[in-house]
């Protein structure tokens, strides 16, 4: 590891207009920050890619970035690029099993935030280092949303979530795990209790239903929920999944490495309109993970998944092929056709009817992050739908920083 590491940072022309930085959603200083490794000044080097992304060391290992920071080396032209996730990742780790925070000089003004995934935890940080009086509410027994829930353990391992959970304790930051803001303490209550803003982060963990016939059987999971706790079921010998993203994927492989023998994902486009990552889709191949395009699911039955053939038509349409219909046997099936949000936080707003929802409930936002209710902000999947985690994190950075200025301007 440290070998590919140095060969990597020698690598790097330290371009003087670096466009792997302009390429990444957070802007991270990838240039100084390999100059900085580069010279032996680690601890420096992760204390800038910290301050500018607190979850650098997880974005390190999870974000897509082909598509965003390698995707735009110039040394990707001609050659492989330069391996940025990798370099990351071993300086943040270093960075992380270093550091000691102590909490900064409290400023008595309180903050709630609801949910811990990607988008609560970077406010957290943000805003415990300014000084706020921080609580985290999180509706499951520990911290980490979408990141522990949603990220398979060989992508992302539990104990670097348990880190960040030391790290707020260490900042003065307060964590409410199962609890739920909505059906038992409300928004209203918590600007009762004193809180002078409150950020709304809690993700996209609902799963979208397929609407067929045989979705209840009892062989039939949901990815996300799967993923929650993958030794908790029973799959068989012969897995179907249906759908074609990152967490289709992820499920793909976590059965794989929980003893399923025969994992095919059934995705209703082309191989081309996949919308996982081309990494992931790689990584999936090599571990045995089988694809069957342009099929769309009509029906499950106990022992098979009936679909038809499907073809796009030219205005980008799909339509179902007449007499192309099979029943492909399946001991168990896993739907994965994304996810929305939560029902307990957004029945909650929709009763006060002061937070605006779009059609897909989810909430509505201005540049900034502020909703339609005063002092209430939000961020990360709950506003976007399911996204990536460096993308919640640039948005969660914009959302902090008008919360700062938000709970300044109040005077509280």
């Not at 409410?176 to 059906?183: A, C, S």
């Not at 979208?208 to 979705?215: A, I």
């Not at 079921?233 to 059965?255: E, K, Q, Y």
């Not at 929709?350 to 209710?373: H, W």
């Amino acid at each position: 590891m440290s070998t590919h590491i140095h060969q990597e940072l020698t690598r790097c022309l330290q371009c003087k207009t670096p466009f792997c930085e302009q390429g990444c959603p957070v802007g991270t200083p990838i240039k100084e920050a390999i100059h900085l490794a580069r010279n032996n000044r680690l601890f420096e080097a992760g204390e800038l890619l910290f301050n500018n992304n607190p979850l650098s060391i997880i974005t390190g290992l999870v974000c897509p970035h082909e598509d965003f920071c390698e995707g735009h080396c110039i040394l990707g032209k001609k050659q492989s690029p330069i391996d940025i996730g990798s370099i990351e990742y071993y300086i943040s780790e270093y960075y992380l099993n270093q550091i000691s925070f102590t909490p900064a000089e409290k400023l008595n003004q309180k903050i709630a935030i609801v949910g811990s995934g990607p988008a609560g935890l970077t406010v957290a940080i943000i805003l415990a280092r300014k000084g706020y009086d921080i609580t985290i509410f999180e509706s499951h027994d520990k911290i980490g949303g979408v990141l522990r829930f949603g990220i398979p353990e060989f992508r992302l391992p539990k104990q670097i979530i348990d880190r960040y959970q030391e790290l707020l304790y260490q900042m003065g930051v307060k964590i409410r795990p199962n609890t739920l803001i909505g059906p038992v303490l409300t928004i209203q209550e918590l600007f009762r209790d004193g809180y002078a803003a409150v950020f709304i982060a809690t993700g996209t963990l609902k799963p979208k239903k397929l609407d067929v016939t045989g979705e209840s059987l009892g062989h039939v999971f949901y990815a996300i929920d799967y993923l929650r706790n993958p030794g908790n079921h029973a799959l068989g010998r012969r897995l179907v999944i249906i759908g074609g993203g990152n967490v289709a994927i992820d499920a793909a492989r976590t059965a794989l490495r929980s003893g399923t023998q025969e994992v095919t994902i059934y995705y209703r486009r082309s191989e081309e309109d996949l919308p996982s990552s081309q990494h992931e889709i790689t990584y999936a191949k090599m571990d045995g993970v089988k694809f069957a395009f342009n099929y769309t699911p009509k029906k499950i039955e106990d022992t098979c998944v009936a679909f038809v053939k499907t073809r796009a038509t030219a205005q980008g349409q799909i339509e179902e092929i007449p007499g192309t219909e099979i029943c492909v046997e399946a001991d168990s099936v896993i739907i994965s056709i994304s996810q929305g949000p939560q029902k307990n936080i957004v029945n909650s707003i929709k009763s006060m009817k002061q937070i605006k929802l779009d059609r897909f409930g989810l909430i509505v936002i201005d540049e900034t992050g502020k909703t339609t209710l005063d002092g209430v902000f939000a961020s990360g999947d709950v506003v976007t739908g399911a996204k990536t985690v460096v993308e919640a994190v640039a948005n969660a950075k914009i959302a902090a920083e008008t919360i700062h200025q938000y709970v300044q301007s109040q005077g509280k």
